[in-house]
Nanobody
Framework: QVHLVESGGGLVQAGGSLRLSCVVS????????VGWYRQAPGKQREGVLC????????YYADSVKGRFTISRDLAKNTVYLQMNSLKPEDAAVYYC????????????????WGQGTPVTVSS
């Protein structure tokens, strides 16, 4: 069974940084494409970034370009989301998810999800 566990969320002031982690187990990590999504209260879940199994990443949220990056550590089976210059509008629950095949902006293309980690940004 595939499991994804996020961590690293919390409260940060606007302009600050956080690094989220997503540990993936139950699968051959290097073969997986893993994405980060976020969902703010009252809003739909939206794609943020995804890293394909070949190591290349794709942005799904224009608002985070230049501020967020995604990376992975194959030895630790972990995908990271580095978030810099955080804004109040970045506040949401952040989820990582394993794509069924390749990265996609469509949530239905992801077969396994973590439980989420909340990010709060104070102004």
């Amino acid at each position: 069974q595939v499991h994804l566990v996020e961590s690293g969320g919390g409260l940060v002031q606007a302009g600050g940084s956080l690094r989220l982690s997503c540990v993936v187990s139950g699968t051959i990590f290097s073969l997986n494409s893993v994405g980060w999504y976020r969902q703010a209260p009252g809003k739909q879940r939206e794609g943020v970034l995804c890293i394909n199994n070949n190591g290349f990443s794709t942005y799904y949220a224009d608002s985070v370009k230049g501020r967020f990056t995604i990376s992975r550590d194959l030895a630790k089976n972990t995908v990271y989301l580095q978030m810099n210059s955080l804004k109040p509008e970045d506040a949401a629950v952040y989820y990582c998810a394993r794509a069924s095949y390749y990265c996609s902006g469509d949530t239905s293309r992801y077969s396994y999800w973590g439980q989420g980690t909340p990010v709060t940004v104070s102004s």
